[in-house]
């Protein structure tokens, strides 16, 4: 799989989880649960899988880069870490969503956010 191609799962899965979220906006109006353990416990994989493959494989894990390392990188690893950064946080916009991302991945997406700072379409 060449490396500047979004994995078409990641993006099935982020637009699975952007319609759960629509879904979930009008349901949510009341404290009463509005989904099963089973049902949160497959979206929590489902999010672990987007984090995985939308996210984590795009970071740099060393703390200093020479400049020939930073210029050999394909930059369109940036628009996708964008991209499902993005989706990500309006998925946040829902409260039940909220409550599933931000305990297990809110340091993700802020790793995420913290490194596209510092990417050279922010430049």
């Keep these: 799989m060449e490396y500047c191609s979004m994995s078409i799962f ?3 899965c982020l637009a ?6 629509l879904h979930l906006t ?3 109006q009341n404290n009463m649960p509005c989904m099963s353990v089973l049902q949160e416990q497959d979206i929590l994989i489902l999010l672990h899988f987007v984090v995985n493959v939308g996210l984590v494989r795009h970071f740099d894990f060393q703390v200093t880069l020479c400049a020939e390392q930073l210029e050999n990188r394909p930059p369109c690893r940036y628009r996708d870490l964008k991209s499902s950064v993005c989706v990500l946080i309006s998925l946040c916009d829902c409260e039940v969503l909220r409550g599933l991302i931000f305990p297990k991945h809110l340091l993700h997406v802020l790793g995420a956010l913290l ?3 510092y990417s050279p379409i922010c430049r």
């Design 16 to 21: 699975m989880l952007e319609n759960l979220k």
């Design 26 to 28: 009008g349901l949510v």
């Design 115 to 117: 490194m596209l700072c």
């Design 10 to 12: 990641v993006q099935g």
